[in-house]
């Protein structure tokens, strides 16, 4: 059972869902913590439920990132088994404090409004302004209507959606339409790891990169590449050599503050002919970026494996990480610093290494 937050619905909010037939209303928290109240800011009689859900992303594009809560009145159009929809905004960079607030006190809100006036299929929590959208409004109701997902479920169906699969058990279900599945961009390419859930094609020139590693004579080659949605492709960010360990970081800070909060890959020459490699996903990058990287994630390293094997060369180390100062380089340091001074041992002739320090918090 879920933490509840004790905060409780107010006199007036239950009066305004009481009287409450058509158009829309957003619900927020009382700024002493203590009540959810309507949002007197936001009014709306809009009975199209498109036109009110532009009315909703403009006024919550001025309060973004604070949570609201939505009740929407259905049309009879809709052909709904309920007469509204409930919507708990929780945007991903909403300050800490407010999504804990919100998250534990969805379920009391909705028990109090009546749980019987919301249908599953119209009960939404969405994070992205972008979500605030007929389109995805319809889509949201349909998936929902085919029961609940896992969360494994889930994630493959946003990744399936992003690269515009259509699945080939939604055609057997008419028995005059033929199923259909369009290719995914790996597909084409023979190269890539399929199998492996690697389902992007790795553009030529990071390909090219991958495959002159074993020429690199010096330490510190560090390359940086992401995935690009919009032409599903793998592709190359930058590409530096003369990198040093205790400086791994700032470089890969310095790319991010030019991309933004996005996820990336990296692989690292630490030390000779051993490479580790860095997926990081930071705190403000969206859902769906997150689950593409992430479905994406050990299909790759399969990929860099195939290629680096037959060059005599090793990733070794994997590093999976939220923001970038979460990055520990120790390990990195003590293998440069064994290869350097190979007779670094103990009187026994044992090799000594310097224990792990914690992780960042």
């Given at each position: 059972m879920s933490t509840q937050s004790g905060i409780v619905s107010s006199e007036g909010l239950l009066d305004t869902f009481k009287n409450f037939k058509s158009g829309s209303f957003v619900i927020k928290v009382s700024s002493d913590n203590t009540q959810l109240i309507v949002d007197d800011e936001f009014q709306s009689k809009e009975t199209d439920v498109?036109?009110?859900?532009?009315?909703?992303n403009k006024y919550i594009s001025g309060i973004y990132p604070h949570p609201v809560y939505i009740i929407l009145a259905l049309s009879s159009t809709l052909n709904s088994n309920s007469d509204y929809a409930f919507i708990s905004f929780i945007p991903d960079v909403a300050p800490i404090r407010e999504k804990m607030l919100y998250a534990s006190t969805k379920n009391t809100l909705?028990?109090?409004?009546?749980?019987?006036?919301?249908?599953?299929?119209?009960?939404?929590?969405?994070?992205?302004l972008d979500e605030l959208s007929f389109e995805n409004f319809k889509h949201s109701s349909e998936v929902q209507e085919d029961g609940p997902l896992t969360h494994e479920e889930k994630t493959l169906q946003e990744v399936n959606s992003l690269q515009g699969l259509t699945l080939a058990e939604s055609g057997?279900?008419?028995?005059?339409?033929?199923?259909?599945?369009?290719?995914?961009a790996s597909m084409h390419d023979p190269s890539s790891t399929s199998g492996g859930v690697l389902m992007f094609t790795v553009d030529s020139e990071l390909e090219s990169e991958f495959k002159v590693l074993s020429q690199n004579t010096d330490n510190g080659k560090l390359i940086i590449f992401g995935i690009n949605l919009d032409n599903e492709g793998m592709e190359l960010i930058s590409s530096t050599?003369?990198?040093?360990?205790?400086?791994?970081?700032?470089?890969?800070?310095?790319?991010?503050?030019?991309?933004?909060?996005?996820p990336l890959f990296a692989l690292y020459n630490?030390?000779?002919?051993?490479?580790?490699?860095v997926y990081s996903c930071p705190s403000g990058s969206k859902v769906k970026e997150r689950m593409v990287y992430a479905s994406n994630k050990q299909g790759l390293i399969n990929h860099l494996r195939d290629i680096t094997e037959s060059d005599e060369l090793l990733i070794d180390k994997i590093f999976e990480i939220g923001d970038l100062d979460e990055l520990e380089v120790n390990e990195l340091e003590i293998s440069q610093n064994e290869e350097k001074n190979p007779a670094s041992t103990t009187r026994n002739g044992l090799k000594f290494t310097k224990p792990k320090g914690p992780r960042r918090r």
């Open positions: 498109s036109k009110a859900l532009l009315e909703l909705l028990t109090q409004l009546g749980s019987n006036n919301f249908s599953k299929s119209h009960i939404f929590a969405w994070t992205e057997a279900r008419r028995s005059n339409d033929t199923a259909y599945k369009k290719k995914l050599t003369g990198v040093k360990s205790a400086s791994l970081v700032n470089d890969l800070e310095s790319v991010t503050e030019k991309r933004g909060a996005h630490y030390s000779t002919n051993k490479f580790a490699f």
